[in-house]
């Protein structure tokens, strides 16, 4: 129970209080339970009381004196500790929430499962303070002196740590997703575990930290100073390093795709084993630096330096070289050129000699739709030649397949869905089970090309050149082949509903089991044409010229006959329901012909 002396001499004011506590007086308080609920005690000397359970929310403790004071289970929501000085006190379990204590001193605090939500720690000193499972999400530490704290397995999304001193601080395990580092000093921290993904390091002092088994995806480290880190074997895509100093780091197997190194400083850092694919390297001092084996597919070197750097089996393939300096004496055995573009004119002959490898354009399409669109985009419109190289069941998604020589090509099973086929030379393809939807074919070549199954749907074919194609069994609903030469080409079995062949020339085009449902094939030349068990409801013929068409089993139901010519056409078997037939004095012969 509470001395009510001690009750009266808090009623007193902090004058009164502070005047008994004074030198000399060694009475061991204890205010456990107490209510001061909204009490202005400003400066009041509380060191080493038992406060335990208390209740002091929204009360004044500003610039108050809790050095050691046992405030475990207290309630102090909203309460004021504005520049108070709590070193060493016990505020486990405490109920901390809206809490100011802006430049309060806290060091050595125990917060074990306190209450926190809301409060700013934004300029306070909470050295070796134990802030272990805390939930602080979005809580403010800008300024804050936290080195050697203890944050493990602490809840920190979003948390700004900007200028803050973490120097020792120990963040195992610490979710810090998002959370702003800006200019925040982490010399020696412990950051074991910590999942820092999306996490903002800019212009941070990082020297020698140790991220070998931290999360860091897509983190920005702008201008930051990370020279001797460990970042071995970590997930970087997508990182931002513009400016950044990382000489001496290392970065070996770590995953660097696209990551933006742009003007930083990596002399000395290994990045052996790196994947580097789309890296921008643009100005980056590589000097002594490491990239044995390192994946630089389509990286930009552009005015990077490289004297001494070791590149010894490097791939470079489709990188951009433009204005490098220093290559002369780097090491470049078995570097891969590849593609390389604007590079030096020496470059490819020196390296060369040092068994350089330059392949063809066949190895840059390997690296992925994305590496070769770029490439081509930066190398300008040459024609290529790829022709009878193996394709096949590979996905050139989008791909800009445009004036390419790919005649005799295995294309089969290939997804070409939306890749540019422009001027392309497919002759003698094989594309059978090619997925071509939304594929942009305009004066393409596909001559005596196999499409048997491929996915056409909606196409227009613009300009194209396909005699003798086969496209059995092929999708090519509503596909467009308005006044385009498909003679000979094979269309059996092929769906086809919808399709505009207007004005087409289909001499020798065969049509068997086709489903030309709804297509329009009107004023088309079909004499002759095998139509056998062909699909043409819906179909408009008006005026074709069906004159020895072979229309056996053919389905004409509901098809529009105006005008057209079916002189000497066989209809055994045919379904002519609700068809709109020619002129009468045009069908006397057919129709005889129908029931002999």
Not at 57 to 84: E, M, R, V, W
Not at 161 to 178: C, N, P, S, T
Not at 567 to 574: E, S, T, V, Y
């Amino acid at each position: 129970m509470v001395n009510p002396e001690h009750i009266s001499l808090l009623r007193q004011g902090p004058r009164a209080w502070n005047a008994w506590r004074g030198p000399g007086n060694y009475v061991k308080v204890d205010l456990s339970g107490i209510n001061l609920e909204r009490m202005s005690l400003p400066g009041v000397n509380f060191d080493g009381v038992s406060l335990s359970g208390a209740r002091l929310i929204g009360g004044d403790l500003s610039g108050g004196s809790l050095k050691n004071a046992d405030l475990s289970q207290a309630s102090l929501s909203g309460a004021n500790l504005s520049n108070a000085v709590a070193s060493g006190a016990n505020m486990s379990y405490t109920d901390l929430r809206q809490a100011q204590v802006s430049g309060a001193a806290l060091d050595g605090v125990n917060f074990r499962d306190a209450r926190l939500g809301g409060v700013s720690f934004a300029h306070t000193t909470l050295r070796a303070a134990n802030l272990n499972g805390a939930l602080l999400s979005n809580t403010s530490f800008e300024a804050a002196d936290l080195c050697y704290t203890e944050l493990r397995r602490a809840s920190l999304i979003h948390a700004n740590f900007r200028g803050a001193k973490l120097e020792g601080a120990i963040l195992v395990g610490a979710k810090l997703e998002h959370a702003d580092f800006s200019e925040a000093l982490l010399e020696s921290a412990n950051l074991e575990e910590a999942d820092m993904a999306q996490a903002c390091f800019n212009r941070a002092h990082l020297a020698g930290a140790d991220f070998r088994k931290t999360v860091l995806d897509k983190a920005s480290f702008v201008e930051a100073d990370l020279h001797d880190a460990l970042l071995q074997g970590r997930h970087l895509a997508h990182c931002s390093f513009n400016g950044c100093n990382l000489s001496g780091a290392n970065l070996t197997d770590a995953d660097l795709t696209e990551a933006d190194f742009s003007g930083a400083n990596l002399r000395g850092a290994i990045l052996t084993n790196a994947k580097m694919s789309r890296a921008i390297l643009s100005r980056a001092d590589l000097r002594e630096t490491h990239l044995e084996n390192a994946g630089l597919v389509a990286a930009n070197l552009d005015y990077a330096r490289l004297d001494d750097a070791q590149l010894d089996g490097a791939n470079l393939v489709a990188a951009n070289l433009h204005r490098i300096s220093g290559w002369k004496s780097a090491s470049l055995r078995g570097v891969n050129l590849t593609g390389a573009i604007r590079s030096p004119e020496a470059l490819r002959d020196y390296a060369k000699a040092r068994g350089a490898l330059l392949e063809t354009p066949l190895t840059i399409l390997q690296q992925g739709v994305g590496v070769w669109n770029a490439w081509r985009q930066a190398s300008g419109p040459l024609k290529m030649d790829l022709s009878g190289k193996d394709l096949s069941w590979i996905s050139l998604l989008n791909a800009d397949l445009s004036r390419l020589n790919l005649s005799k090509c295995n294309l089969s099973g290939c997804n070409l869905h939306g890749a540019d086929l422009s001027g392309t030379c497919l002759r003698d393809a094989l594309l059978v089970e090619a997925k071509l939807f939304q594929a942009k074919l305009i004066d393409t070549d596909l001559r005596a090309a196999n499409l048997s199954r491929a996915d056409m749907r909606g196409l227009r074919f613009q300009g194209i050149r396909m005699k003798g194609a086969v496209c059995a069994g092929a999708a090519l609903n509503n596909a467009d082949f308005r006044e385009v030469d498909i003679s000979s080409v094979d269309f059996r079995e092929a769906e086809m509903y919808e399709a505009n062949l207007s004005g087409a020339i289909v001499t020798g085009a065969l049509f068997q089991k086709a489903l030309l449902r709804g297509a329009n094939l009107s004023g088309l030349d079909l004499s002759g044409a095998d139509l056998r068990e062909t699909d043409l409801s819906g179909t408009d013929l008006t005026n074709a010229r069906l004159q020895g068409a072979d229309l056996r089993d053919a389905v004409l139901r509901g098809a529009m006959l105006k005008g057209a010519n079916l002189d000497q056409a066989q209809l055994k078997g045919a379904d002519l329901e609700e068809a709109t037939l020619p002129a009468r004095g045009r069908i006397s012969f057919w129709i005889n012909k129908k029931h002999s």
